[in-house]
């Protein structure tokens, strides 16, 4: 039969449409029972979660050094990400240099500039912006703190984390000055985007703060899941018993 074949040979992801094709059409296994699509939902959610036992990473079948090559390359990949995001922001850079209209330039621009945006409309003025700075925090300076800020995090957490994972390798030395290095030119190069005292202070603040809270924070999220886990089980355990 060919759901028979199907199952029995099963290599591609797209073999999973042709399953559901299958059934819908009334197709019947070998021994002449169907399985009903009403129930194939239930199917196939024990097949993700089997997908998930099957990478998940197990001690005593999984080797550390697999799992740390694993994470570096993770880590590696949002290293490379972020700092690229740090060299060309949403909305890119602007290109040329444009000083703030003196009065004489402004009379025209008066009426225009004394009128209220009405909420949640973006400011389009593009006056007195200099060149390699971000647009978007010209024009959306909310958002443009929160990119600077959720870019930030993981920049950071991705070199704790490779730091971590390095620990005593050889020439540790050398490794700790390229990612000093690197810290270095992600901020020059953040700084280089930011065109505003405040956000430029905040991202300061910011900069200075995150190499050092950020152990310290990933460690008490670490103590609260592994209590959840531990508090789950009891209760599992008083139900059963």
Known sequence: ?????????????????????????????????STSVEHEPS????????????FKYKRGRDKPSTARTALLTVAALILTATYQAALTPPSNLW??????????????KSILASTPSSPGQENNSDENHKAGTSILAKRKPALFVWFVFGNSLGFYTAIYTI???TTGFPLQLELQFSMFALVVTYASAM???????????????????????IPFI?????????????????????HEV
Do not use: C
């Open 163 to 165: 730091g971590f994972l």
């Open 43 to 54: 199917r196939f959610a024990s097949r993700t979660e089997e997908l998930e036992n099957f």
């Open 191 to 213: 700084y280089g985007i930011i065109p505003g005292r405040k956000t430029t202070h905040a991202f300061t603040v910011l900069s200075i703060l995150f190499p050092i809270i």
């Open 1 to 33: 039969m060919p759901l028979d074949v199907l199952l029995l040979f099963r290599s591609e992801a797209g073999d999973l449409e042709i399953e559901m094709t299958l059934l819908k059409a009334g197709a019947t296994r070998s021994g002449g029972t």
């Open 95 to 108: 290109q040329d240099n444009e000083p703030a209209v003196t009065p004489q330039q402004n009379v025209g």
């Open 218 to 238: 990933l460690m008490l999220l670490r103590r609260m899941l592994y209590w959840r886990r531990y508090s789950s089980r009891n209760d599992t355990h008083r």
